[in-house]
């Protein structure tokens, strides 16, 4: 809104700030914080009425969550309602890869928002079916994948390469759609711990933030030797609401945390990500910034796949958080090396930038 307005009075005065995508990435970030600070307390009171004992805690998982009884869930609707208000005030309406992310999160948190309520009413851990649940995540991707890629080349680019690239024409569209599905998925099965899926989101934003900034410019996208998209520097601002929303909302999610984002966070987050690396050609990368959330969800394929084979586990509990919890780590332990690892991982993943 900010940016139409702006325009139209041609950029004039402090207005010339708002033609800049770095000053309205910092600006976003800022006003994401402040209404996920001002309406988190509110908010997670109304939680607490409406869902009384809050989110059902497995009680064969690690003995210490059972103090966790009464959390309510949910919670990843204030950075929805944080990350749509801020994007909706300094983002160029016209760009179609701003609409397209913003289509994967909200679709995807209605998707979450769904499952996390059919577990708090039924008071069980099931939600919706997987199979519903994965047909409607597709049917979200399918669309935003339609959205993007006709902006872009069918081109799946490989890092420390330059120029390099395998053409997957019509493909790439259920390719992204799964990049998008994956991920949305990836998080969703990272967030068990206080905190420990939401700081590894905003920093993997951050990092694409700097790519999609760099990807969207002529000149940088040449001089680093790294695919150009024309309108992909827009999704900086996009990476900085979600920056924004989720440190308002780690305020609260940090130990103890007064509320859970629950599966309307995870999967709008993840498939926010997704999408975004889709977008920006940066796929792969994805796949070592968010590495964490990728050993994650290998940890839980192979769990499964070993006990069907063998009938017993490699990790004494998937997905591998959990697994540590078990070994004795404190949950405080497990969610801070996690932050580590995920900042390494964003290094590396930045450094493919350079490495051609």
Not at 18 to 43: D, K
Not at 60 to 73: E, I, M, S
Not at 108 to 128: A, C, E, L, N, P
Request: charged share 10%; aromatic share 12%.
């Amino acid at each position: 809104m900010l940016y139409l307005i702006a325009e139209w009075l041609d950029f004039g005065g402090l207005f010339n700030l708002v033609r800049y995508q770095t000053f309205r990435s910092g600006a976003t970030l800022m006003t994401a914080l402040v209404i996920g600070l001002i309406i988190g307390p509110r908010f997670i009171s109304m939680l607490r009425v409406r869902q009384g004992k809050g989110q059902p805690i497995r009680t064969d998982g690690p003995q210490t969550h059972l103090a966790k009884v009464g959390t309510p869930t949910m919670g990843g609707l204030m950075i929805l309602i944080a990350l749509c208000a801020s994007m909706l005030l300094w983002m160029d309406p016209r760009n179609p890869f701003v609409w397209a992310c913003m289509a994967v999160t909200v679709g995807f948190g209605v998707i979450g928002f769904m499952d996390d309520y059919d577990k708090v009413t039924k008071r069980s851990h099931q939600g919706v079916s997987a199979k519903v649940r994965l047909l409607l995540e597709f049917a979200v991707a399918g669309v935003a994948s339609y959205l993007i890629v006709g902006q872009i080349k069918t081109n799946l680019y490989v890092p420390f390469l330059s120029g390099v690239y395998i053409p997957l024409g019509p493909f790439y569209y259920v390719f992204a759609a799964f990049v998008i599905v994956g991920f949305g998925n990836a998080v969703n099965l990272t967030d068990g711990l206080d905190g420990l899926a939401t700081m590894p989101v905003v920093i993997a934003a951050g990092t694409f933030a700097i790519i999609a900034y760099l990807v969207g410019r002529v000149d940088y996208s040449a001089y680093l030797g790294i695919p150009h998209v024309p309108g992909a520097g827009e999704l900086a601002i996009f990476c900085a609401a979600i920056m924004g929303g989720g440190l308002a909302f780690l305020w609260f999610n940090a130990p103890p945390a007064a509320v859970f984002m629950g599966d309307t966070g995870s999967l709008a987050l993840g498939g926010a990500l997704g999408a975004i690396a889709v977008a920006s050609h940066h796929e792969i990368v994805l796949l070592i910034v968010g590495g964490l959330f990728v050993a994650e969800t290998a940890s839980v394929i192979i769990q499964v796949f070993w006990f069907k084979r063998t009938g017993k586990r490699i990790f004494r509990m998937a997905p591998i958080h959990h697994h540590f919890e078990q070994k004795g780590w404190a949950e405080s332990t497990v969610v801070i090396r996690f932050w580590i690892i995920s900042i390494v991982l964003a290094l590396a993943g930045l450094a493919t930038l350079k490495v051609r």
